[in-house]
């Protein structure tokens, strides 16, 4: 099972991205899918999670309203909508397949992770 992110870039602040992740192997459309992210010296943070059919999706705090997670399972493939950006949303983005096709925040809960994709907003 691979998980690729893709997407991120440079972007100012109150921009917009749209990350990418597409998944190969079996695992895919009966497991929930999430994104994470990362700062240097700090824990892995939990951004948003999908779950297997769609409907459900559980945001951070900290960008509800403000990202979108979605799915095609058709195309084996999960989404991120970052918008309205701010300089505290700079960091690696995590794709990450769960284990269950529902699933929390809890990084112990996600089994397969991608490459991460850095994503750097300007003041």
């Known amino acids: 099972v691979q998980l690729q992110a893709s997407g991120g870039g440079l972007v100012q602040a109150g921009g917009s991205l749209r990350l990418s992740c597409a998944a190969s192997g079996r695992i895919f459309s009966n497991n929930a899918l999430g994104w994470f992210r990362q700062t240097p010296g700090r824990e892995r943070e939990f951004v948003a999670v999908?779950?297997?059919?769609?409907?459900?999706?559980v945001y951070a705090d900290s960008v509800k309203g403000r990202f979108t997670i979605s799915r095609d399972n058709a195309k084996n493939a999960v989404t991120l909508q970052i918008d309205s950006l701010t300089p505290e949303d700079t960091a690696v983005y995590y794709c990450?397949?769960?284990?269950?096709?529902?699933?929390?925040?809890?990084?112990?809960?996600?089994?397969?992770w991608g490459q991460g994709t850095l994503v750097t907003v300007s003041s």
């Open positions: 999908i779950s297997y059919n769609g409907g459900s999706k």
């Open positions: 990450a397949a769960a284990t269950k096709s529902y699933a929390g925040s809890r990084s112990r809960d996600y089994r397969y």
